[in-house]
Nanobody
Framework: QLQFVESGGGLVQPGGSLRLSCAAS????????VAWFRQAPGKEREGVSC????????NSADAVKGRFTISRDNAKNTVYLHMNSLNPEDTDVYYC?????????????????????WGQGTQVTVST
């Protein structure tokens, strides 16, 4: 069974950090690009960061550049999102998703419809 499981979300104070994990099972993550998305209630899902199959190419949304870093460990079949300098505007449910190719499209990597196999999401709340 193909599956993505996100973890690592939680409540953090402004200025704090979190590391999200996206663990894949049922397939070899080495063959695919992966992206992180986020979504707040009543808003559209937006792309946060993406990474190609070997970690050599990444892209990030302007809102998170310099604060968030995406990485992957193919030996562990896992992709990570390292989030620093968090602010209340980063409060969302975060999802990971698989792109059906080694390299995501640039531009266009942040289009949710281009991705397959989504995780269930992990809640990130930034608040005092």
């Amino acid at each position: 069974q193909l599956q993505f499981v996100e973890s690592g979300g939680g409540l953090v104070q402004p200025g704090g950090s979190l590391r999200l994990s996206c663990a894949a099972s049922g397939f070899n993550l080495n063959n695919y690009a992966v992206a992180w998305f986020r979504q707040a209630p009543g808003k559209e899902r937006e792309g946060v960061s993406c990474i190609n199959w070997n970690g050599g190419l990444t892209n990030s949304a302007d809102a998170v550049k310099g604060r968030f870093t995406i990485s992957r460990d193919n030996a562990k079949n896992t992709v990570y999102l390292h989030m620093n300098s968090l602010n209340p505007e980063d409060t969302d449910v975060y999802y990971c998703a698989r792109y059906p190719n080694f390299v995501p499209p640039v531009p266009g990597w942040g289009t949710p419809a281009a991705y397959e196999y989504w995780g269930q999401g992990t809640q990130v709340t930034v608040s005092t």
